[in-house]
């Protein structure tokens, strides 16, 4: 069921501002006994939020629980329709705007279906940093008490939109320890596969696309993406490759298939781990390819390997663990070995407490950090890595997250097999905001190519024409 059907179905009738709610048409008692009653509670949830959106530089549409239009913003209603709709189904959800410290309180809103958003679900999502911004003075603060404490009352009459939990939220990081990752991980990936299947392409790659045009279709993109890493890395025959957090096991299997390594990955996923070996099995690869449940730090050996990947992992090894997690790669690779990160960075430095870190913290990825890309080819150096190659894909992750969330939405009803309806609107939101904030720059990715720091000429072909010839196994070898 789409959200805009799941609207209709829910919008309550025109007779709740006579104090009736949507369900069978009954009167609240707590409505029936109360000396606010529902009509002056949409008195004053519109006094609110034309208080609330006094300053917004837009045109924005709102519909209270009774049907009745509000529009806000400095955009005057005759410079044309606003993009999208905010369908207001609980009176609380306007009291959370101004109740409480919870910046995140909106977004529970949405998660519970107290809101809803009709139209365009991406220009909705840019109210973000207006509502970040609301300040309210103590004067104003002190005029809108109490009627943001009656429409908290009214809430608890109100019936629920959707008949679901709140979206988990995770145990905080703080050490980026074995355990604390160990959870962080299962937090995230040990949803459902099926879940994620829904909304990935078949091979299940978990990171951005390489995208030829904007037209591409996602399954392949992805497939460009694994060729392209492994173009980077100039794999050979019989070369041994290490894929540090595997997820389901793609680019083991296509290093494998395509450039005839001996694979292994390592992940900390139980999920991730059985499918990955599922998968190996069916390519008929387990002479050649294997894959463990093992953190990082545990990988033991020195020299083991021709080549290293990791390809969205770092960013849960937390910042101060960066030393750690490059020295072990270091320690792991053959000196005239290569590595490839690919990785997301942050355009501040450091992880500061924002809306959004905030919110990729309690709901998404518990132990998840960024850093600018400058700190990171800083700390790579530090520990004694050359940088070879530097390719920004923003573009690319930001088609990525479009086609995630466009196919998400499209399998509503099946993921609601496998996930609450709180979930999947945290996914969607959370999917649909990093889009944004790829395109917006606040966030980049990078795939960072390094060997040894030594007083050779580094093992690489001279030119990038290795990365686009047709026959990489010939072409791609160093000269």
């Not at 609330?52 to 005759?78: C, I, T, Y």
């Not at 943001?148 to 979206?167: C, E, G, H, I, T």
């Not at 490759?241 to 290093?255: K, N, R, S, V």
């Not at 479009?402 to 945290?426: F, G, I, K, P, Q």
């Amino acid at each position: 069921m789409s959200d805009s059907t799941q609207s209709a179905r829910l919008a309550p009738s025109a007779s709740a501002a006579n104090g009736k709610a949507a369900v069978g048409g009954a009167v609240p008692h707590e409505f029936s006994l109360s000396t606010f009653s529902p009509d002056r509670g949409l008195a004053a949830a519109a006094s609110l939020l034309k208080r609330l959106f006094s300053k917004f530089e837009g045109n924005l549409a709102m519909q209270l629980w009774n049907g009745d239009p509000l529009r806000l913003g400095r955009v005057a209603p005759h410079e044309g329709p606003p993009p999208f709709t905010l369908v207001i189904r609980n009176p609380g959800a306007i009291a959370a705007m101004v109740l409480g410290f919870d910046r995140l309180r909106f977004a529970e809103a949405y998660f519970r279906g107290d809101v809803d958003i009709e139209g365009d679900f991406f220009a909705a999502l840019g109210l973000k940093d207006h509502l970040d911004t609301i300040k309210l003075s103590w004067r104003d603060r002190l005029a809108v008490l109490l009627p943001a404490l009656r429409l908290q009352a009214l809430k608890k009459a109100w019936p629920k939109a959707v008949d679901s939990v709140s979206p988990s939220q995770s145990l905080s990081v703080t050490a980026h320890s074995r355990n604390e990752n160990r959870d962080a991980i299962h937090f995230h990936y040990d949803v459902s596969n099926a879940f994620y299947a829904l909304w990935l392409d078949p091979a299940m790659v978990y990171s951005c696309a390489y995208f030829e045009t904007p037209d591409t279709d996602l399954a392949s993109a992805q497939f460009a993406k694994l060729d392209h890493i492994c173009r980077k890395l100039v794999l050979q025959p019989g070369e041994r490759f290490l894929d540090i957090g595997c997820g389901w096991g793609a680019l083991l299997i296509h290093a494998a298939t395509h450039f005839g390594v001996v694979a292994h990955g390592v992940t900390l996923s139980q999920e991730q781990l059985a499918l990955a070996r599922e998968r190996i099995a069916q390519a008929g690869l387990q002479d050649r390819v294997t894959v463990e449940l093992l953190d990082y730090r545990d990988l033991q050996g020195e020299s083991l390997y021709d080549k290293v990947a990791s390809v969205g992992m770092f960013e849960h090894v937390g910042l101060k663990n960066l030393p750690l997690y490059f020295g072990t790669v270091r320690r792991l690779r053959k000196p005239q070995g290569l590595f490839l990160n690919h990785g997301i960075t942050h355009d501040v430095e450091g992880w500061n407490n924002t809306l959004s870190t905030e919110f990729i913290n309690r709901y998404i990825f518990p132990d998840g950090q960024l850093d600018t890309v400058s700190n990171i080819l800083r700390g790579m150096e530090r520990s004694g890595f050359e940088i070879a190659d530097v390719e920004s894909l923003r573009p690319h992750y930001a088609l990525t997250l479009r086609r995630w969330v466009e196919s998400l939405e499209r399998h509503h009803d099946n993921a609601l097999e496998h996930v609450e309806e709180s979930t999947y609107r945290c996914w969607r939101l959370y999917m649909a905001a990093c889009a944004l904030e790829f395109e917006s720059g606040e966030i980049g990715v990078y795939q960072l190519l390094a060997s040894k720091r030594t007083s050779a000429l580094p093992i690489l072909p001279l030119t990038r024409g290795h990365l686009y010839c047709s026959d990489p196994l010939l072409e791609g070898k160093a000269s």
